[in-house]
Structures are given as structure tokens and as C-alpha cells.
């Protein structure tokens, strides 16, 4: 089991960069894989992008480019670094972990993210 806190969301202009933090409980290092998803206003979920135990990384096509998933290992802290953010990123993002035997998701609180224009 772990537990998940976020931090880093806040207001930024359309054009602007955030750094959101997700720290673990315990050691990520042997966690199969954590990620970023996020969830607009009257939208479902979504995945943004995960980063393995590996150092694999994959992006959500909206966000490819623009945002850098990476890991601490010694500090048991997964980033999300955003640059030219849109509005259309404005949502509450949460950090996942894909952890456990059967594998199992586990989430953070959220943090709010808002683009102005």
C-alpha cells in the first residue's frame, strides 16, 4: 500500500509552467509504474502520462511535448513539469501508483490546476 500527496497546482497564465509533485509513503522504487492523470469540469478522467520502474515514459498525445514526467528516487517524489500551458489544461490532477500483488491503483487527493488567458 501507499499513500500519495500532490502539490504544486495553482493559477498560471496560458502560455506559463508548473511543477506538480507527487510524494509517496514509502519507496517508489519498486512500484511498477506512477502517473498523471487529470479531470476537467464535467469530464471524465484521463491519463496524462506514467513514467515505469524502468525510467519508461509515455505522454497523452494532448500533452506530448509540453510535459515531463521524471522521478526522485531518493526523495520517493514523481514530477510532472508543464510548460505552454493552455487553458484547455485546467483541471485537478492526481498522481497514481500502479503498485501491489494483483496490481492495484492507488490515488492522491488532486490538485487544482487553472489556466487564464
Known amino acids: 500500500q501507499v499513500q500519495l500527496v500532490e502539490s504544486g497546482g495553482g493559477l498560471v497564465q496560458a502560455g506559463g509552467s508548473l511543477r506538480l509533485s507527487c510524494a509517496a509513503s514509502?519507496?517508489?522504487?519498486?512500484?511498477?509504474?506512477m502517473g498523471w492523470y487529470r479531470q476537467a469540469p464535467g469530464k471524465q478522467r484521463e491519463w496524462v502520462a506514467t513514467?515505469?520502474?524502468?525510467?519508461?515514459?509515455n505522454y497523452a498525445d494532448s500533452v506530448k511535448g509540453r510535459f515531463t514526467i521524471s522521478r526522485d528516487n531518493a526523495k520517493n517524489t514523481v514530477y510532472l513539469q508543464m510548460n505552454s500551458l493552455k487553458q484547455e489544461d485546467t483541471a485537478a490532477y492526481y498522481c497514481?501508483?500502479?503498485?501491489?500483488?494483483?496490481?492495484?491503483?492507488?490515488w492522491g487527493q488532486g490538485t487544482q490546476v487553472t489556466v487564464s488567458s
Open positions: 514509502r519507496s517508489i522504487i519498486t512500484i511498477h509504474a
Open positions: 513514467i515505469s520502474r524502468g525510467g519508461s515514459t
Open positions: 497514481s501508483a500502479l503498485d501491489g500483488l494483483p496490481l492495484k491503483n492507488y
